[in-house]
C-alpha cells in the first residue's frame, strides 16, 4: 500500500463519521479511530518488516469540516475569491526541495495546476504537493520548516 492510498483512507474515514476502520493487506495493518469531537483520527500503521511504525494522532481539524480534496474555498471574507491549498497530509512543511536550492513558489508567482509548490515530510518520506488549480500565488501561510497538520491551510491562489 502506498502514501497516497493511505492519505486517501484517513480522509475518507475522516469525512465518513465511522469510528474505527481496520485494514489488513499482505505484511501491513493500519487501524484508523476517530474521536468523537472533531473526527480527527488516530492511525496506527504496522509492517511486519524489521520495523514497525506508528503515526502520532491527529489534532483537531483548525478550520471547518475537511473537504473531500486537498483544494477548497477561503472562508467567505476578502479573500472570498482565492483558493486554498491545503495540507493532504500531516508533517514538516519546507518550501525547497533541499536547503541549497530555490524555493518552489513566492508569492506573486504563477503556477499551473501540477506544478510542485511545497514538500511534507512525513515519516521520513518528502512528498511533493502539487498544485490542483492555475493561477497567481497571493499568500503562503506557513513558514518554512513548520509543521503542519492534516487539512491546514498552506496556499492562497488566485485562479483567475
Request: aromatic share 6%; with cysteine.
Amino acid at each position: 500500500m502506498d502514501l497516497k492510498e493511505i492519505q486517501n483512507l484517513i480522509k475518507f474515514v475522516s469525512n465518513s463519521g465511522v469510528a474505527e476502520v481496520k485494514l489488513e493487506t499482505g505484511d501491513v495493518k493500519i487501524t484508523i479511530r476517530t474521536t468523537l469531537e472533531g473526527h480527527a483520527p488516530e492511525i496506527t500503521y504496522l509492517q511486519q518488516a524489521p520495523m514497525q511504525q506508528a503515526l502520532p494522532q491527529a489534532a483537531p481539524a483548525v478550520a471547518a469540516p475537511a473537504p473531500e480534496a486537498p483544494v477548497a474555498a477561503a472562508p467567505a471574507d476578502e479573500s472570498s475569491k482565492y483558493v486554498t491549498i491545503k495540507s493532504p497530509i500531516i508533517g514538516t512543511f519546507y518550501r525547497k526541495p533541499a536547503p541549497d536550492k530555490p524555493m518552489f513558489t513566492e508569492v506573486g508567482n504563477t503556477i499551473a495546476k501540477g506544478d510542485v509548490l511545497c514538500v511534507i515530510e512525513a515519516m521520513k518520506l518528502f512528498n511533493e504537493i502539487e498544485s490542483e488549480v492555475s493561477g497567481k500565488i497571493v499568500k503562503i501561510l506557513v513558514d518554512d520548516m513548520s509543521p503542519v497538520e492534516f487539512d491546514q491551510p498552506l496556499f492562497l491562489v488566485d485562479p483567475s
